[in-house]
């Protein structure tokens, strides 16, 4: 498991910016749009020192020649298949790159919760607590951990889908 940082890195967004970069630059027709997700993209929240990045496409035409690419480019393949491709690349943050179809509901859901966390202290503070608990109870079982975190993130997506957060949103369906 990776350590959970006690202090948020304020360059996150840098490196994200630099990662987004790198990444248009070899994706293939079809990507709609590439966000910075999961705890690094939520000022002021510990999060594990990795990027993770969500790349959205139209297809999974697109997704997959990207994914070849993206391996060419040096990233790993750890998971492929039509509803998400996963690539890991081992940088200065190491970066977790998820690819998605637009047709699938996790990006959005992704992005409603990054939002919400972002608007609401308590709840960060609140996440922050959920993820120290679950690092040190699987601090050797990264499966575990995000387990451990699921039903408090579950909640916290049906919150910010309850108060409007979903229509923050791009609609990159049309």
């Known amino acids: 498991m990776e350590r959970i940082d006690l202090e948020p890195d304020p360059v996150w967004t840098d490196r994200f910016e630099a990662e987004r970069d790198r990444v248009r630059s070899v994706a293939g027709d079809g990507l709609l749009g590439l966000f910075h997700v999961g705890s690094t993209a939520v000022p002021d929240l510990a999060a594990k020192p990795v990027l993770d990045i969500l790349a959205v496409f139209g297809g999974e035409a697109g997704m997959r020649t990207t994914a070849a690419a993206l391996v060419e480019a040096g ?69 575990s951990y995000t387990d451990a975190k699921e039903s408090f993130v579950l909640a916290l997506e049906e919150r910010a889908y309850d108060e409007g957060y979903g229509e923050r949103i791009p609609d990159l369906r049309k």
């Open 75 to 143: 990233y790993r393949l750890r998971r492929a298949d039509p509803e998400w491709h996963h690539l890991a690349a081992d940088a200065e943050p190491p970066v977790s790159l998820h690819l998605r179809p637009v047709r699938s509901d996790v990006w959005r859901d992704q992005l409603v919760v990054r939002e919400y966390l972002r608007d609401h202290p308590s709840a960060r503070r609140g996440y922050e607590r959920v993820k120290r608990e679950a690092v040190e109870a699987h601090a050797d079982e990264p499966e």
